[in-house]
């Protein structure tokens, strides 16, 4: 618990970039779940030890994540991982979940959070957008890596309560799969013969994984926001998952000249002003948080690019049918075609 605490107590540096510290402190408050059940009397035995183990195997992969020598864009997308493979733990702890799933699922937190924490050299980090890439054209350190923000758009997919207990299921296996395989490569006792035979194996399973990801984000009931709102968590979820040097090249004919001339180092979140504004917030290289005005359609347009339809679910998980509704509304209400997020989805 000291550990933890003291994780936390290190990104209140204001040098951290917002969402790393929203990052380690969101992770911070799902262990708490695992430490309530901890405490619960009425808790299994069992289970009370394999959370316990949990708590402690996240609490490292944060302390490891956060060393100085991690570089900034990699630090950001382990610990995006670590957020979204924690909030499994409200559907372990959640007593009417099936035995069999929150196994599955405990395998996959404790596969995720051993590879982070062996990813702490920063050389096995990759981006959301890189993480499309197929595992069997990248070596293995960079195949670890990458496909890990895949593995955590499963988490965040199976803990939002709008997807189908038969979704969950499904999902969880394929990953559950997918985990053993990264596990297996980042392990240093496995042999090069069993680790490339893994890396194409890998191949095949995440192929599966991304296709059952979109089948199960498919089946939740779909957002029904307004086009601002939806616009803002779709903007605030690409900010999250995408590099910061790929949204400055992205972006750089929209922010403003302040920006493009100090250059930004947290794109953190935006939020809504009105169906065809956002508020976008920032932390800039010299650290100053600022925020300003950008218009919604030449936004998305642009973060369209960035992140194509199919690369959506692996990238963000959920929140990309945030998206998929932001394209719908611009197409239907101003002929804008949002690059290929409409390709796919039936309508």
Not at 85 to 97: E, H, S
Not at 227 to 252: D, N, Q, V, Y
């Amino acid at each position: 618990m000291e550990k933890l605490i003291t994780v936390v107590d290190s990104v209140e540096d204001p040098r951290t970039s917002p969402q790393d510290r929203q990052g380690v402190v969101e992770s911070a408050e799902n262990l708490s779940t695992a430490l309530a059940a901890i405490s619960d009397r009425g808790t299994l035995p069992e289970l009370r030890k394999e959370l316990t183990a949990i708590v402690a195997q996240v609490t490292s992969a944060l302390d490891a994540v956060n060393a100085p020598r991690v570089p900034a864009e990699q630090r950001s997308m382990l610990i995006l991982v670590v957020k979204r493979t924690t909030t499994l733990l409200d559907v372990i702890c959640d007593p009417r979940t099936p035995q069999v799933l929150r196994e599955q699922m405990i395998t996959i937190m404790e596969d995720t959070t051993y590879v982070v924490a062996r990813s702490q050299d920063g050389q096995q980090a990759g981006s959301a957008n890189a993480s499309q890439d197929s595992p069997g054209k990248l070596g293995p350190k960079q195949t670890t890596g990458n496909t890990l923000v895949l593995v955590s758009s499963s988490s965040d997919i199976m803990h939002d309560r709008r997807t189908p207990p038969k979704e969950k299921e499904q999902l969880a296996k394929i990953t559950q799969q997918v985990g053993a395989l990264l596990r297996k490569i980042s392990d240093p006792r496995t042999s090069q013969k069993d680790r490339s035979r893994a890396t194409k194996e890998l191949g095949r399973k995440t192929s599966r994984m991304k296709d059952q990801q979109e089948r199960s984000a498919a089946a939740q009931e779909r957002p029904k926001e307004a086009l601002g709102k939806a616009a803002a968590f779709c903007t605030s979820a690409i900010f999250e998952s995408t590099p910061e040097s790929a949204l400055m090249r992205g972006l750089k004919k929209l922010v403003p000249p302040q920006w493009e001339a100090e250059g930004v180092k947290d794109f953190w979140k935006a939020q809504e002003e009105n169906d065809d504004m956002l508020d976008v917030l920032a932390q800039l290289r010299n650290d100053e948080h600022t925020h300003g005005p950008f218009e919604v359609a030449p936004l998305i347009t642009a973060l369209a690019e960035l992140v194509p339809h199919d690369k959506l679910f692996g990238s963000l998980g959920g929140s990309a049918a945030y998206c998929e509704q932001t394209a719908a509304y611009l197409e239907k209400e101003s002929g804008i075609t949002v690059g290929t997020w409409l390709g796919r989805t039936g309508d």
